[in-house]
């Protein structure tokens, strides 16, 4: 029978830190806090495993489980002198989730339990406080009312509000115990009303149906977003951990905070947090009440501040990384609840770890593993352009950095349907809540009027890399009216806004923004932090780029080269669209052979800006895979003018003109565009466009090799199916090659390769890589042809396989490593069985992916491709892999650690 | 150094009859013929890996090559006393193609080579026939013009005739030494004026370029074009056979035919065959002269008529299969020049096969082997209804037997463009050429006013299966009016005609035709063989079939269950389909399970129509997978409908609707249908259509059990690419069999699995295999998503691809073993790791093609599915797969053949 409980207490716990799989985060922490000798109130925590079970069991823990819970019931019972449900020493409880990965205020937490009408007697007489009992009673119906029997958070509220307004008060704290017995009775009848149902009295049954409420809050929708947006597995689980209560609401020497050892917000190393008096933990971290800075704690309660220093530092300095504690003072003395390392934003990511070097407290590989991949976008984040003329109507707590422009929008289901639309918008909030997350995640940036910079949601802010100004007591908001007032300024619903999260202002109008300075950054902990990875990755990161702006952008950001250049990109252009349909549209070859005439020359020019931009390294061109119908007018718009033209006795010339058009159109039609006439099969069938782009780029590179600058062009084939294809086409290729460096008196060396996109090519890899000189993996395109799944396409159904999770994750951001992978595993290994020295890179847009780029590490490709903004991050997540893989085989591979030399190329 | 060039002559060749690979069929004939002691010729074959190296070598025979070849020349020369370009012994030499499967007519030959201006006239002194002399001269000219310099062969045929006219003559034979020597002048002028080129006087010269010009021939448009039509790999290439001529153009005592040792149109044990004395072979297979029978022979020639029985006899019981041969009789002395196994017709083929078994010539195994499954199509040809009332208009040989009724038309191009648009033809000619090849592939029969039943164009419409009648003599075209006159009817091009290849008769009209009786032809040799076959194949044969009448069908054939019912094919019915268009307008779940409920009676009636029609085998429903847009109306119709109604001011409400069903339409519009909401992924979203159809299933197995008809049930969910859709679907399945048991208090069995045809599921099928009963690889999709060809759309480019041999088949067509074939070998090999009884079958239309059902016999699936027409070949081919292998491992497992159990069950 295996272990499903875990106790921890007095001093000792059957579990460690190392148990995060099992016993959650949360767990694991309280474990390793009670072995570490931190005061912290005992308890047990119930595993991750008993989740997986629960959902096996159609939703019940099963039998076995509930009698190991009951024994470390009864040890806890011991450890504290009290039984649940004892009114004389009645034993109160928490119980919290706690999943391996945190998820701050996503699941479910129950405080207080352990009150029925007869224990909450008993807790009057043992603490001799009926308005502290009483209030503990009225939060726990509140909670479990809510949390267990799913009435409206607000329902209770309205009824509190309701007994204040009678009794004339303002602050919670005012309510006596005769208004507090009062407002339990209310909140019971509420119950009745709401949830038809009466608070059970049974302590153990309480006890189950939160511990249960707990398992299910595992599949809430918050819960669900968080993890999809974090790549959390379903499968994980979560832990309960069910601990005795200690009270921050026992009076003025009581309380409860949160902090955090450094800031998480910019990285300094500063204590950081905040607290309240004669309050339970959820005031503090739900955003309903504006908690007091930490440093005040020093001078209302010296010594307790003292040791909370004392012991978060020794954690900090014990778990090796910032920590983010929870702690409750119950009469003077101090218990820890929790730690856990700290979320924080991307800049403070980068500084903590590069600080916590220089402080010889971790190495280099480990800083290199401390920051997520995706967070060094927000180091790249627009900034508030220093130079514009801002009107500051208010100021903030500086919660998240960065500067995000918007329009207001009150509601976090608006913000979310907006951001779909594309739009830019701010969430302005009284305060955010956990359940606010979809329209925090499509916001530009959020904006609250109470709430400290503690509270989940900030948290959640700051993890997403959204700026946040939060506690902007000088706004009111008035949803009813659609607006907020701001020191005078009234600003409504739809108004452009500006909010600075590193200065806490908040600004009115379309406030310019402008990009940091990348060279800038370099010279600082994000630089360091960079070489570092160079350092450490074997995998070469290129940039996919059409244009010499985009290279130049790239190679500022690190790119070794261009993956993959689009050639058909660069006929959007408006003076060229025309050139281009006349080519598509043209009837006989030589009909196309004269507009690829006109277009020869403006490629040349586009080849040689990249060329030029990226002196020294290689740039794979992709010769033409156009959707040709994205180049033509729509067929339904022209069969509209047509009917029009005719009806309205219009011009009949154009409608002559038009009239072909469509009959063209309409030949051109295809069923499935994206299995149809595409990359080869159109260079194929059509292989003068083969000829101009070859002579073209070939042209470009003479030209420039004349000049004294370096080439190195790499000529990709799109879409083969068969080797038989590349073949042909690069028989074109060279052929054209010959041709021009006869004419130009110079020679390039140059390569041509292809793309690895059509699962044929991956199985038959082998027999093209006797051929090609490269691969580069279309990911985006192989995705859809090894899932059958149109990318046009997928909004009609894709939506509902992750919200049921019948896919844990949407296959065309994050490489399908079980279905997919293998195909690229397959085309890797055997292209190289053929040419083992075949150089493989993948160009597809999980090129700048992390899991994905992890995966190419794996597989031993040369290089990644990703937009140029990409850059950082994949070199960084090159460089996580590299270590996290020599973590693995440490053991077996001693001192063997290679540093990627500086010169190396992909 | 290979060896490149092989001998044979004087009683003894280098090559035998087993290097059919390296020798071609011809060559390996001749060798075999030569060291049987038949008189042959003597001469040397060029092997096909010259071929081959021509091709690599841009073209050209490699030096080393040419060495061998001199070498060979001179032997030849020694041998038979005389040289190349001696004046005084002028050698002469045919040069004739011969690939490893012969293509009779397909490639090209030159006759008479050696002679020029100086030899001719040695010839002249040494034949002392001056006649004979010049007429060879003249071929000679006349065949080196048309095929090694490209001069059209009418050119020179209107110079003879003109000859002939200002001679006043009729007959070549009718032309003097005189006549001869200025045609001769006039095809030289001819050479210059359409070839720029003079006649080469250098033999050697004549050798190599004619050698070079049979290489070239391998890719002629006709020999592709039958190499596609048979499968014949592009990368086999021809061999060249350089030898000795002898003359049948010598006089009376002279002549050429050829002949088969059985009918090959009947299969009746019959001398067959034809000749023509004095003149040389190509006059007879041409088609241009309708030669005499073969049993005229008897008469003329009593000594050579035995001899040739003799000998012909000899080379049958040799080879154990009917011979086709050519022979020559130089005055009164008879060579052979060719011997081949003979084509045949699909009842010959049978006929012969099992006639051979009874003779006790072969064995049941190789009379299996013997028959191409694809012949057996025209076992099943349609007939000439007996009862009909026809007008018989003329009488021709019957040269390939079956009924043929369509249009007329006298051109092969004409005729391939008609057959492309659907329509049927009847292909009539003066005579056919090989040039119209592809005519014949698209007609539904032949008819030609010349030429014998051995001519080369008869050979191939025997080969496909073709009826035709040859040799019409009453028949006279008039292709410039466009008609023919046959005993006084005129028939117009366009007008309807039937032939009858099995009596030679041509009626005029659409004569009625009746389908053979296969209980009838169970009776016969074709139910011997077929019963042989079902003994010796391991692979099961089940139907594709949607609808009762065909599930009977099925069974005739054969079938041992339905391997795919198409159920979105039952609701194209005109009284199902505005509910089937109403279920897939439907906006909420409400409205669609409505419609829904209307269709769910109609299906079970269905399903049980089908389960009573194979009462006993299983049946293997597929859940709706229909494409969508089919069910509805055209977008750019309703466009234009809805811009008439405008502007002609109609009915507001209907057009109203008409935008309403625009606006739906356009919801519903997909980019790439194929790739979009389908299979599962539409039960997913749209569960009550899962529950309906599974609903309507088990509901008619279970009445159909309570009338104690065994019913089986396999309901497949189609498209899956994850395990979890699988789940999701099978889970609503079990549901609803649930239910559906309880209410009619019964059960049945019944399985649930999946179409293997998304390239994932293959790659995952060790998972998907954990909860799916069977597997059947969806072999057109799965080809569409391997490939990433759209089949609606591959008209655009799949033709080039099969005429430039990127692709050597159309893999719609036939399993693509290297690339395709990979992904369901995977996918049978790890769904049996985790289930290793899983049931694996296919049923794509690959399942009735005989090389893909060989595939899947190596593979070791249960059963291949086609359409009910294809079962007896699927049945066939089987067998030969299974034996084909045995024939392969028979050194390793003496006598371990296992007959298949007549009990076994697929």
Redesign the interface.
């Known amino acids: 029978m295996p272990k499903y409980v875990y106790f921890f207490g007095e001093g000792k716990a059957e579990g460690k830190g190392t148990l995060r799989d099992l016993l959650g985060g949360k767990g694991a922490g309280l474990a390793e806090m009670t072995n570490a000798g931190v005061p912290v109130p005992p308890g047990f925590t119930i595993t991750t495993e008993v989740c997986r079970l629960f959902y096996k069991n159609k939703k019940r823990v099963p039998g076995s489980v509930k009698k190991q819970i009951d024994k470390h019931l009864h040890r806890l019972e011991k450890a504290m002198g009290s039984r649940l449900g004892d009114p004389e020493h009645p034993l109160l409880v928490s119980v919290r989730s706690g999943a391996k990965f945190s998820m701050p205020g996503m699941m479910d937490t129950i405080l207080n339990l352990g009150l029925n009408d007869k224990t909450v007697e008993g807790l009057i007489r043992k603490t001799k406080d009926e308005r502290f009992s009483l209030d503990c009673y009225r939060r726990f119906i509140q909670m479990f009312g809510n949390v267990v029997l799913g009435v409206e958070k607000s329902v209770f509220e309205e009824v509190l509000q309701g007994k204040k307004k009678e009794r004339g008060i303002v602050q919670d704290i005012e309510l006596t115990a005769s208004d507090l017995r009062d407002l339990v009775a209310r909140f019971k009848d509420t119950l009745r009303h709401h949830a038809k149902a009466d608070l059970p009295q049974d302590n153990y049954r309480q006890l189950e149906m939160a511990r249960d409420a707990v398992f299910l809050s595992w599949n809430n929708d918050r819960a669900i977003f968080y993890r999809r947006q974090y790549n959390i597995p379903e499968s994980l689980g979560t832990a309960v951990n069910v601990q005795a209560m200690v009270f921050g609401n026992m009076g003025p020497t009581s309380g409860t905070g949160v902090g955090f050892t450094r800031n998480p917000s910019t990285g300094e190393k500063e204590f950081f947090g905040e607290y309240l008096t004669h309050a339970q933990g959820e005031d503090v971290v739900a955003g309903v009440r504006t908690p007091k800075p930490i440093r005040q704690l020093k001078g209302e309660m010296p010594l307790v501040y003292q040791e909370l220093v004392r012991i978060t530092q020794r954690l900090e300095r014990h778990y090796r990384d910032v920590q983010d504690f929870e702690f409750t003072i119950q009469q003077g003395k101090l218990y820890m609840l929790q730690t856990r390392s700290g979320k924080r934003t991307g800049p403070a990511a980068v500084k903590i770890a590069v600080d916590m070097v220089q402080e010889k407290l971790i190495k280099p590989e480990e800083a290199i593993l401390r920051v997520e991949p995706d967070q060094l976008h927000q180091l790249l984040h627009p900034r508030i352009d220093a130079r514009a003329n801002v009107k500051v109507i208010a100021k903030g707590l500086n919660a998240s950095p960065g500067a995000a422009v918007g329009k207001v929008i009150f509601n976090a289901t608006e913000a979310a349907e907006a951001g779909k639309r594309g739009e830019r918008v701010v969430l302005v909030r009284q305060e955010t809540s956990p359940d606010d997350i979809h329209g925090i995640a499509a916001a530009q940036g959020i904006l609250t009027a109470t709430g400290g910079a503690t509270s989940h949601a900030v948290v959640v802010s700051r993890q997403m890399g959204k700026p946040c100004v939060a506690g902007c007591s000088a706004i009111s908001i008035d949803e009813e009216r659609g607006q907020f007032l701001a020191n005078g300024v009234i600003v409504k619903k739809g108004d452009m806004i500006a909010i600075d999260g590193s200065t806490g202002q908040v600004m009115l109008g379309d406030v310019p923004t402008i990009q940091p300075d990348i060279q800038e950054l370099e010279k600082g902990e994000y630089g360091k932090l960079m070489r570092w990875a160079d350092q450490f990755r074997r995998l070469g990161v290129r940039a996919n780029a059409d244009i010499p702006r985009d290279a130049i952008a790239a190679r500022h950001n690190g790119a070794e080269g261009i993956g993959l250049c689009r050639t058909e990109h660069m006929f959007f252009a408006k003076d060229r669209l025309p050139i281009m349909q006349e080519m598509i549209l043209a009837q006989t070859p030589e009909d196309r052979k004269a507009a690829l005439d006109k277009l020869a020359p403006m490629q040349k020019e586009d080849f040689k800006g990249l060329f030029r931009a990226m002196g020294g390294y290689p740039v794979t061109i992709r010769l033409l895979d156009p959707p040709l119908h994205e180049f033509l007018p729509k ?2 718009e022209l ?2 003018e047509i ?2 033209l005719r ?2 006795q219009g011009d009949r010339s154009v409608l002559h003109q038009k009239e072909i058009l469509l009959d063209r159109v309409e030949q051109l039609h ?8 595409r990359g080869c ?1 159109l260079g ?2 059509m292989p003068e466009i083969t000829r101009m782009q070859a002579r073209s780029i070939l042209e470009a590179a003479c030209e420039l090799s004349r000049e004294k600058i370096r080439v190195y062009p790499e000529i990709m084939i799109p ?1 083969v ?2 080797v ?2 590349f073949r ?1 086409q690069k028989q074109i290729v060279l052929e054209v090659a010959e041709t021009v460096f006869k004419a130009q008196g110079v020679r390039v060396q140059f390569l041509v390769g292809t793309m690895i ?4 090519a991956a ?2 890899a082998d ?1 093209i890589a006797k051929e090609a000189d490269f691969f580069s993996f279309g990911t985006n ?1 192989l995705t ?7 990318r ?2 997928t909004g ?2 894709l939506p ?2 992750l919200a ?4 844990d994750f949407d296959p065309f951001v994050t490489i ?1 490593q ?3 992978g ?2 690229i595993r397959m085309g890797t290994e055997k292209g190289r069985q053929s040419r083992p020295d075949l150089k493989v890179g993948i160009c597809g847009e999980h090129g700048g992916e992390p899991l994905s780029v992890g995966f190419c590490h794996t597989l031993r490709l040369n290089y990644v491709s990703c937009s140029p903004y990409r850059v950082p991050i994949a070199r960084l997540a090159a460089a996580q892999a590299a270590l996290r893989e020599e973590l693995k085989t440490k053991d077996r591979r001693p001192k063997t650690r290679r540093r990627r030399s500086k010169s190396s190329k992909s």
């Open positions: 067929q339904g069969i509209a009917q029009e009806f309205s295809e069923f499935n565009p994206m299995l149809g006439l099969r194929i069938t879409l199916g068969t038989e294809e042909h996109e059509i699962p044929r199985l038959t027999e395109d859809q042809m090894t899932f059958g799944f149109s046009d396409d009609k159904f509902k396989y049921e999770g019948i896919l399908d079980e279905g997919m293998q195909l």
